[in-house]
């Protein structure tokens, strides 16, 4: 059997910490380096290491975990292939991602996976992770549920604001758009809900406040225009105004444009 049993990575690790967590990796250094990681977080116990689908599914009825950092390249196997036999688990794990490929993170959030983290992992990404997950055990345990959290989608309050490169994860019905900042050409308020705007002529409508989006997004990429405008001037190709209190805005590769009152139109000129 190709894997190594874990029952505490450093000596000051909380008798019960609250992420219980099995790595699959078939990459032994892989797997060493993501649990030296790990036990720089207090909340955080692996307890098992798995390098095959096999091993993985064996240890996972041995050591219950509640979390799973899952590969999706494995040795004569797929990381989606586990899925099933993981959900098995009573409770099921929650799952994040851990791979070095970009193009199967629609594939994982709709397998409703809590996170997608990319290869090499960096520390500061590792901690926003693990803040996630102990926010979605939390809210399972107080509300005495044995089942999944709220996608990561509807928070009420962002965990921190974006890096550059991070990805937010956005639903709008069946469909998962995963954006970075600097693609986000505008945001829209509609009651408690906003219109995300962004390339290639898309939009999405999520359930967050406007409020979420400023304290989220890098500061200083999107223009406050009002308070139910967030806008990127840089993706501003073409002015026309309508009246004197009525300006539109078109942005690039979209072909409507955004129709603004007078101030908030006076606030953008001002930022292009």
């Not at 791979?99 to 290869?119: C, P, R, S």
């Not at 979420?212 to 002015?239: D, I, M």
Request: aromatic share 6%; charged share 20%.
């Amino acid at each position: 059997m190709h894997f190594i049993i874990q029952s505490e990575i450093r000596m000051s690790k909380p008798s019960s910490p609250l992420l219980r967590l099995m790595l699959v990796d078939d990459e032994p250094l892989s797997s060493q380096l993501m649990s030296e990681m790990l036990s720089l977080h207090a909340e955080v116990s692996v307890v098992a290491i798995a390098e095959t689908a096999t091993d993985a599914l064996h240890l996972g009825q041995v050591h219950q975990p509640n979390v799973v950092f899952l590969d999706i390249q494995l040795g004569g196997g797929n990381g989606f292939s586990l899925l099933p036999g993981l959900n098995c688990l009573k409770p099921p794990p929650l799952i994040v991602f851990v791979t070095a490929f970009e193009e199967h993170a629609i594939a994982a959030f709709a397998e409703n996976a809590l996170d997608y983290l990319l290869k090499p992992v960096h520390p500061e990404r590792l901690a926003t992770t693990v803040a996630r997950l102990c926010n979605a055990l939390g809210s399972a345990r107080s509300r005495h549920m044995e089942s999944l959290p709220p996608p990561p989608d509807d928070p009420a309050v962002p965990s921190s604001r974006m890096a550059p490169e991070d990805v937010e994860v956005l639903r709008d019905g069946r469909s998962v758009f995963l954006l970075r900042p600097h693609q986000i050409q505008a945001v829209l308020a509609e009651g408690a809900y906003t219109r995300v705007l962004f390339e290639n002529n898309q939009s999405c409508m999520v359930k967050r406040g406007i409020g979420y989006w400023e304290s989220r997004l890098p500061e200083g990429l999107l223009l406050k225009a009002s308070r139910s405008l967030l806008l990127n001037p840089k993706c501003v190709v073409k002015v026309k105004a309508r009246s004197r209190n009525d300006t539109d805005f078109y942005l690039e590769g979209r072909t409507e444009p955004l129709n603004v009152s007078r101030l908030e139109s006076q606030r953008i000129r001002q930022a292009i």
